[in-house]
């Protein structure tokens, strides 16, 4: 449910509106919904509008808590 | 029949496809000639028959008929024309045939722009001509606005094959492989990114593309393996796989790992909610191949330039349901099923 | 697909999987709802169950707003569509939903009506604009994560001061939903379905945040985690709720962090709470009429209101009797216990939302999981 994918702000336009990116594909969308947009921020974006930003360092964060737990994982078996 | 029969020429830029154009008068012979013949010309339709005679050549003739009604009817890669030629002379290479001749007929719909209609004739003209494949006959009719889209095309091509080369549905095995020529999804994609309301950004181009020469290099390097042969078109790989799985009364095991899908179709996918499984592809087949016929037809496939990218995708099992089953990248197991109508763009 | 591709990586999902199977104590069952259809999708489509260990159970719940609107509601908008003059805009998915006696916008569009996908609203007041002389009705449906798209397409049709632009609101709320669901007497007192946690919606919350779950955390005593919709997402999560429940604790987590606040978009919160009100209750497929959970426009916009502007009668329309949805988005019933599935009901020939929506659980069932039905019969 609720299809959303994250992409890349790659210019604000005029009028609440931005351009994004996924892997080279480029999608018009409503950024009415959000504060403060820079170019280079990642937006989920759902049917043509942009819901919230990502958060790179909370991102980073999910990531090393899964590569820790592989490690705890590790030594518990050896 | 030259344009100098005709006082004045068409007014290609700015003229209209009207009803007189296609009740068999002067003004059907006209655009004939100005629109049709100018793009194939060739010395068949040069002398100006209802019909064309060619020798037949030995072995067993292959035969096959189409009809192109997509809409938009120009697309990133191609249109309608180039779309009918590829796709006819694809039905016919599936076959492990090479392809001889093509007839196409054309329904239009009062009003269509003579420029839209050139840009198809051009198209189609050069496709057969890179293809060495001829249109050698056809026909032309028009029909009130709004009883055709545009325009409709219908196509005929025909072949022959080599004297005991008996590509069937029915005859996929236990143990034999599934390759794929390259990347699917692209032409589906493609024709997505330019539909009204659906539109996004994108340099991906349809893969619209005529197979008869990897076919070709596929036969000579291993014609007595190959099983069957199928172009994934409407409804994609899973469409092609699950028809094949019912006729030759097999099922599938395929690798998600293995399959090829360019970054931007999958990006495409994921923002319209789209499986790449049930995306259309124009310039790609499937072959079912004996184990052993695998490798050297691999290599065959990747020596050309439509093969580049051809890859081994899995095995035919056997399964009394015919399901088509794929392990995930993680490991874990799913059907691909044949979907129930057109793939629709979702928000959930 | 950055932040995207990171959290499929199948290696890390295989270590996730031990871990898990380190933290389940082997005599107790654990029994989690997805209330989400992104996060069914997501268990469907990577074959994650096969990862799990064999007491932990994935209940599927109700999925997605297409799931859940009542098949009257489809009727009402294909009334409205086959007036002359009036042009439809509706979400792909809405297109197959059925509506009662076999109809769907699909057939009314083939019997000549002008029904028209759009990906956005944004799409849809641009044909407003387009037509001047049509009327343009937007058929709206969502849970919290679509309705906020709406009410910009409202103002802008103010802006440019349309008349010929209206909403058909059908936009849910999931807490309500979930209530619903933790309320029912087969989970309360009948005990029919034990959930013992929710994975919660990842994109509701990021527009919501984690705070409306905290009431039902500490009202019914059950864990909630707040999930991405990548399948490592998704086994993080349960892998949460796993320790919560070893730990007899109830607290909302969030694993959706790089998404999900507490507070969620409040710029999208307040857009919402302009133009929408609560409407007294709302039908939805498979729960009946849930208090407090629908929305619809405020009088001031009535101007935008299809049900205002024009005379459409509420239709309620009974589901086939044989139809199970009603359990199944509950989660009493899984697809199989269903007697349609598979014979009358398929992909192709749907009679109720689970099987239309690619997130409901029959259609996810007969997609992904029909295989593992045949080889455990096949066992047996």
Known sequence: MCLAIPAEVTELLGDDMARVMIDGVGKVISVALIEDLKVGDFVIIHVGYALTKIDPEEARRTLDILAELGDVQAERVS | ?348 | MKYVDEYRDGNVARVLADVIASAVEESRSYRFMEFCGGHTHAISRYGLEDLLPNNIRMIHGPGCPVCVLPAGRIDMAILLAERPNVTLCVYGDLMRVPGSQGSSLLRAKARGADVRMVYSTRDATRIAEQDPNREEEFFAIGFETTTPPTPPAIRLAGKKQLTNFTIFCNHVLTPPAIQNILESPDIRDLGRVEIDGFIGPAHVSTVIGTRPYEFFAEEFGKPVVISGFEPLDVMQSILMLVRQVNDDRHDVENQYIRAVTRDGNLRAKTEVADIFELRDQFEWRGLGLVPYSGLRLKKAYAAFDAERRFEMPEISAADNPACECGAILRGVKKPVDCKLFGTVCTPETPMGSCMVSSEGACAAHWTYGRFRDMEQRRAS
């Open chain 2, 1 to 348: 029949m030259s344009s100098k029969a005709f006082r004045r020429k068409l007014d290609i830029r700015n003229g209209r496809v009207d009803l007189s154009h296609g009740s068999g008068g002067r003004a059907m012979a006209h655009l004939i000639a100005e629109v049709f013949h100018d793009s194939f010309s060739n010395e068949w339709l040069a002398r100006g028959n209802d019909q064309a005679a060619f020798d037949v050549a030995a072995g067993r003739m292959v035969m096959t008929t189409d009809g192109y009604v997509i809409s938009p009817l120009f697309f990133p890669g191609g249109n309608i024309g180039s779309l009918a030629v590829h796709g006819t002379i694809n039905d016919v290479a599936m076959a492990g045939a090479r392809p001889l001749y093509l007839s196409a007929s054309f329904i239009i719909e009062e009003g269509f722009a003579l420029a839209d209609l050139k840009k198809i004739a051009d198209a189609m003209g050069a496709a057969a001509r890179e293809a060495g494949v001829p249109i050698v006959t056809g026909d032309t009719k028009v029909v009130e606005r709004g009883k055709a889209d545009g325009v409709f095309i219908s196509t005929t091509g025909v072949g022959v094959v080599a004297a005991g080369l008996d590509l069937s549905a029915e005859k996929a095995r236990v143990g034999d492989r599934v390759l794929v020529s390259g990347t699917l999804g692209d032409h589906g994609i493609a024709v997505m990114s330019v539909r009204e309301n659906m539109t996004f950004e994108t340099d991906l181009m349809s893969d619209s593309a005529a197979l008869h020469e990897l076919v070709a290099a596929m036969v000579e390097a291993g014609g007595a393996g190959i099983r069957v042969m199928r172009d994934p078109t409407r409804g994609g790989l899973a469409a092609t796989l699950n028809e094949l799985a019912q006729q030759s009364r097999v099922g599938f095991r395929i690798e998600e790992e293995a399959i090829p899908v360019r970054p931007a179709v999958a990006a495409a996918c994921e923002l319209l909610g789209l499986d790449p499984l049930n995306v259309a592809n124009e310039g790609k087949l499937v072959a079912i191949v004996a184990p052993e016929a695998a490798c050297d037809l691999l290599t065959a496939m990747r020596a050309h330039p439509l093969g580049r990218d051809a890859v081994d995708i899995g095995q035919v099992v056997e399964d009394d349901h015919r399901f088509v089953q794929m392990t995930t990248s993680f490991g874990g197991g799913r059907i691909v099923d044949w979907l129930s109508g057109e793939q629709l763009p979702r928000i959930c």
